[in-house]
């Protein structure tokens, strides 16, 4: 069965999570972390995946399309997934004018990298990670947290910022059940350039099932899909995952896995199906399955 799903300039003038004019738009903006939801006749379009231009380098039946998620996912049974790790580099925003964003329409552009566990499956997402936002002409990298829907995005404390070209390492685990029987889990994000760590508090999510490991780059929600900031290619690696008590590289987990191509709005429409309304394109696994690239196509939306 193939379940196709969506989810939720100027050189960089801020390069603290806090800057002013940074994308803060509620205080605590929660336009992370949405669960993957049904791309119209993306089952039509999966048959061809392989075949056709898109690149798919799996089976068809686990070739997936998205709004806003690009990457890799595990899936597994409920209760099966309890850790997940990664590792990247925070891209740089590149845009048509360098590293500028143009603000003559009045954007806001966002890329999301990160790795969480659920959210392919179950309306929850527990996650962290690092973006790089087109925010009305400013360029602005920051650090965060969430366990959606439990809390909204949270900014990593100001005195843990980042840069394009920081070295990123993450893990999300699960740590037990609380008294009350709900699954809890903590984040931790690694800044190996700057030489800082940040765990999150252990948090308790109603509603999280274990049922997915994912490694992605996405374009968030906020009164709508933001679009995709064109920056330099992503590439994870050390991506692993602890599936049914098995540890090993995403790809290892064979039939269990699913590529990810994250699609704008035309997609479904396009016959035959084309890369040109992708936003980002999942390349092939390398380095023993542990790790991979994705090459960013268009905005979207």
């Keep these: 069965m193939i379940v196709v ?23 605590t903006p929660s336009y992370h972390g949405h669960p993957m939801t049904i791309v119209p006749s993306s089952q039509l379009k999966a048959a061809e995946a392989t075949t056709g231009p898109l690149g798919c380098p799996l089976p068809t039946d686990q070739c997936y399309f998205s709004y806003n998620w690009a990457g890799y996912a595990v899936l597994g049974a409920p209760g099966s997934v309890t850790q997940v790790t990664g590792s990247w580099v925070v891209p740089t925003v590149v845009g048509s004018h360098g590293q500028y964003c143009p603000d003559g329409q009045r954007t806001w552009d966002s890329t999301a990298v990160w ?90 999510v109603v509603g999280a099932l274990q049922e997915s490991a ?50 704008d709005y035309q997609f479904p429409y396009a016959t035959p199906p084309t890369l040109y309304y992708a936003k980002a394109l999942p390349l092939r696994p390398e380095w023993g399955g542990s790790a991979f690239s994705l090459e960013w196509l268009s905005s979207g939306p």
């Design 214 to 263: 994912e490694w992605i780059e996405e374009s968030p929600y906020y009164m709508g899909f933001l679009g995709l900031t064109d920056v330099s290619l992503v590439t994870f690696f050390d991506a692993t995952a602890t599936v049914g008590g098995t540890t090993g590289s995403f790809a290892s987990f064979g039939p269990n896995v699913i590529w990810i191509l994250s699609v």
């Design 115 to 204: 790795i969480g566990i659920d959210g392919a499956t179950d309306p929850t997402v527990e996650q962290t990670g690092t973006s790089s936002d087109c925010f009305y002409g400013q360029v602005d990298y920051y650090p965060w947290f969430e366990y959606y829907p439990a809390e909204a995005e949270e900014p990593i404390p100001t005195a843990d910022f980042i840069l394009p070209g920081d070295h990123m390492t993450a893990s999300v685990d699960f740590e037990g059940l609380n008294a009350t029987g709900i699954p809890t889990f903590q984040t931790t994000l690694t800044d190996l350039t700057q030489k800082w760590t940040f765990s999150s508090p252990v948090t308790a």
């Design 5 to 27: 799903v969506i989810s939720l300039g100027l050189l960089y003038v801020s390069m603290s999570i806090d800057a002013g004019g940074a994308p803060r738009v509620v205080g």
